[in-house]
């Protein structure tokens, strides 16, 4: 067996304390998810002032995160607190997995298919939500899509065996498909309209209310990356978009696809769709 170890923590996404701490566990656990292991145990890392923010949001925070760990099935074995004048709360995780089946984000083959098992647009209904314009059944989606955990996603892409895998988070899909491409010495073709997206995202974009780091990611990738002409703005902006809890990055032989599909369709993985394909000519195109 070999050791899988990672550390994440974000600052509050959301209003709910307790939604905002599931969100957190479910961010923080998603790294060991993408390398194909099974995360263990975990140490609470919390950055909170107890002189302006009420002792109670603490403990909701905590119970949120309490709750995705159990289903996780990883064990909270500790943790640390410091007085800090912005909540910032998170893990530091231990996982296992066997040496000659972790999945690399490096390791991706010309041919494959590549498959998101998350809708786009977090980042955007976030910033929403902060500028309180979100309504109450965006507030829910985007809150049900990031508190998913990728424990399902990630034991069926094992079982099936694939080739490369990387979580969607801060840099966006993008910025995530393009450190997957380059390292892997190969290209990408994605089907911008095969995307799902959560309800409000298109609209919210449409309005400029893009986060910060929407474009130091169009920055990142700079000219590793063209678009058609019947790619539209907003969506150009969505592929950017920085996902908290964002979905898996899968990618998958031709041979493979349908089952591996199929497999996360059966066990509730209902946002799996095919967005592209690993070519061999360099660089992404997004048609």
Known sequence: MALVETADFITPVVDDPFVYGQVAVANALSDVYAMGARPVNALNLVMFDTCKVPMEFLTEILRGGSSKLEEAKVSLVGGHTVEDLETKYGLAVVGLVRPDRIVRNSTAKVGDVLIYTKPLGIGVLTTAIKADLAKEEEVEEVSKV???????????????????????????????????????????????????????????????????????????????????????????????????????????????????????????????????????EKGIKVI
């Open 146 to 280: 990031m508190t998913t955990l990728n424990k399902v996603a990630s034991e069926v892409m094992v079982e099936v065996g694939v080739n490369s895998c990387t979580d969607i988070t801060g840099f966006g899909f993008l910025g995530h498909l393009y450190e997957m491409v380059k390292y892997s010495k190969v290209g990408a073709l994605v089907y911008s309209e095969n995307f799902l997206l959560i309800k409000g995202a298109k609209e919210y974009a449409s309005m400029g209310l893009l986060p910060a780091a929407t474009y130091d990611n169009q920055e990142y990738v700079g000219d590793g990356v063209s678009f058609s002409d019947e790619v539209d703005e907003d969506l150009r902006a969505l592929l950017f978009d920085p996902q908290t809890s964002g979905g898996l990055l899968i990618s998958v032989s031709e041979e493979k696809k349908e089952e591996l599909l199929d497999k996360m369709r059966e066990r509730g993985v209902v946002w799996a769709v095919e967005v592209g394909r690993i070519t061999e």
